[in-house]
């Protein structure tokens, strides 16, 4: 019963949105009872949310984001939306779950990668209910670094702290993209030479990665035209 329930709420939320949605943040559906957290669909409904999250990333990884036509632009906020009522659901169904204000949280940045009002509030609020519910969720406090970064160079220190902590969880264990998100805050914080020494230890992990190649060769370029290295 409660696989079928579930899966239709979500139908009928994503219905709802195909035929428009005129509020940025899309309103949660009403509570559905008589759900187990732990009821497999809901695994399975998170797994197609990270689907959605990733595939949404080919577009809002950074800021700005890179569209080929105003069609392609609405497809994805269009996209978007579907994604968000997918969490409101499931948020509804666990509200105490950090996973799903994980989720949140990255969804809410990609909206504010899109410009749609308000999501940068609504992913820090998210993200700082993740963080606490599972104060060393490491994937939070990397998203969250992600966040305060495109937010304002004046979050730099705590997006550093944020991965820095990160980083420190998961020791021995290396995770790439920590590595990188540190090297943009350290740029951020205007310290270039802690820019190029973190870069270039991305790179010893990643050395295929063209944008990290290019991040490099700026930094060094910068340098040789009398911008001082930090």
């Known amino acids: 019963m409660a696989f079928r ?3 239709i709420v979500v139908a009928l939320s994503l219905l709802g949105e195909t035929f428009g949605c005129s509020s940025p943040v899309p309103k949660a559906p009403a509570f559905v009872p008589g759900i187990d957290p732990s009821d497999q669909q809901l695994t399975i409904e998170l797994l197609e949310l990270d689907r959605q999250i990733a595939d949404l990333d080919r577009w809002l990884s950074s800021v700005p984001p890179s569209f080929e036509s105003e069609e392609e632009r609405r497809g994805v906020q269009k996209r978007w939306f579907a994604a968000v009522e997918r969490a409101s659901v499931l948020l509804n169904v666990d509200f105490d779950n950090p996973e799903l204000f994980l989720r949140a949280g990255t969804l809410y940045r990609q909206g504010h990668f899109l410009e749609i009002p308000d999501t940068g509030a609504s992913a ?7 963080l606490a519910l599972a104060n060393a969720h490491v994937n939070c406090r990397y998203e969250f670094a992600r966040l305060l970064l495109a937010l304002s160079p004046r979050y730099a220190t705590t997006a550093e702290q944020m991965l820095v902590e990160a980083r420190r969880l998961i020791e021995p264990v290396t995770r790439p993209e920590f590595e990188a998100a540190l090297a943009r805050a350290y740029l951020a914080q205007g310290r270039r030479s802690a820019a190029l020494r973190q870069i270039e ?3 010893t992990l990643r050395p295929e990665d063209l944008d990290a190649q290019r991040f490099r060769s700026t930094l060094i370029f910068e340098s040789k035209r009398g ?3 930090k």
């Open 201 to 203: 230890h991305y790179l």
């Open 124 to 130: 820090y609020t998210s993200l700082n209910r993740c």
């Open 5 to 7: 329930q579930v899966a």
């Open 227 to 229: 911008t001082p290295l």
